[in-house]
């Protein structure tokens, strides 16, 4: 019986672990190298709907009476949908209001990093493709 290597191919198992820990190094520095920053808070405008401006204080109401309504009722669908409708606003309008940047770093940095990723990526494919 042959052995075969990554994927079940002839491709070879080296290539495919170099490639895929290269492919890990630049994906983890290029994401080190983003910066989030959040421009969220209590009267920011968390979404529009319809037009209209909802600020993070307005989608904190429901939540109250939701949570309200559950303690007197645990039954109460309403109650339970009032709540997770709010908390899945105030995480959608966290989401939405993220500003990502990337980090500052020399262009020889950026090359270094995007040589990792795409490389990578390069060597992990063709391991998987297979010798002729």
């Known amino acids: 019986m042959a052995r075969r290597g990554a994927g079940g191919t002839d491709g070879g198992t080296g290539t495919f672990l170099v490639g895929l820990v290269m492919m890990i190094a630049g994906g983890y520095l290029l994401l080190n190298g983003i910066i989030v920053r959040p421009r969220f808070g209590l009267g920011m405008v968390a979404f529009t709907l ?6 993070s204080g307005m989608v904190l109401i429901p939540f109250m009476f939701g949570v309200g309504m559950i303690f007197y009722n645990a039954r ?3 109650g339970w949908l009032l709540a997770l409708g709010s908390v899945a606003a105030l995480v959608f309008g966290v989401i939405a209001n993220i500003n990502l940047q990337l980090a500052a770093m020399s262009a020889f940095d950026l090359l270094v990093i995007l040589t990792l990723f795409v490389g990578g ?3 992990f494919l063709r391991s998987l493709r297979g010798s002729r």
């Not at 319809?50 to 600020?55: A, N």
């Open 121 to 123: 990526l390069g060597l």
């Open 76 to 78: 109460n669908w309403l």
């Open 50 to 55: 319809g037009g209209f401006p909802v600020t």
